[in-house]
């Protein structure tokens, strides 16, 4: 009959919406941002302070804007080496800046002629000279769950 013939068309049609994925039944969550991406922080000169990791995903703000991150977490130093996760990330590209902020201030500390005074880092070790590195010297790709070391860099005098 035609509303047998309606209830089996419904019937294919859930069917096929739930074999692709798009159908969501009563108390399932949409599919967003999974992944995840663990930074271990090693080469900590002390276990004083905490340590402020910033997470970007824009060049632009890399690594000087921490406030215009996508993400940032300060932990409390508890033990060393250290491990911070940043969770829920939607896949792409991604560069961390670390920084060992000593007294707590939640500030990158500075002498008078503007050279860091705490220990810094960032995703891929790049090597730092005079100036941070840039975006894509640090950016790691992150399309599954993901793990970066970053060593922890003291510039004489800090």
Same mark, same amino acid.
Request: glycine residues 10%.
């Given at each position: 009959t035609k509303v047998q013939l309606m209830s089996r068309h419904r019937w294919f049609n859930l069917l096929l919406l739930a074999s692709s994925g798009i159908l969501l039944l009563p108390g399932?969550? /949409?599919?967003?941002? *999974?992944?995840?991406?663990?930074?271990?922080? /090693?080469?900590?000169? *002390?276990n004083r302070g905490q340590v402020c990791v910033s997470l970007f995903n824009r060049p632009q703000t890399f690594p000087m804007q921490p406030e215009n991150s996508l993400a940032s977490q300060c932990v409390k130093i508890t033990k060393v080496p250290m491990q911070i996760t940043f969770k829920n990330l939607a896949p792409g590209s991604y560069a961390v800046a670390a920084l060992h902020d000593v007294n707590g201030d939640g500030k990158d500390n500075r002498n008078f002629l503007g050279i860091p005074i705490e220990g810094f880092g960032f995703s891929r070790n790049p090597m730092v000279s005079t100036a941070p590195p840039k975006f894509e010297q640090a950016a790691v790709q992150v399309t599954a769950p993901t793990s970066i070391s970053i060593q922890m860099v003291y510039l004489p005098g800090s």
């Open positions: 399932q969550v /949409s599919a967003g941002p *999974s992944e995840t991406l663990v930074v271990n922080i /090693s080469g900590l000169k *002390s």
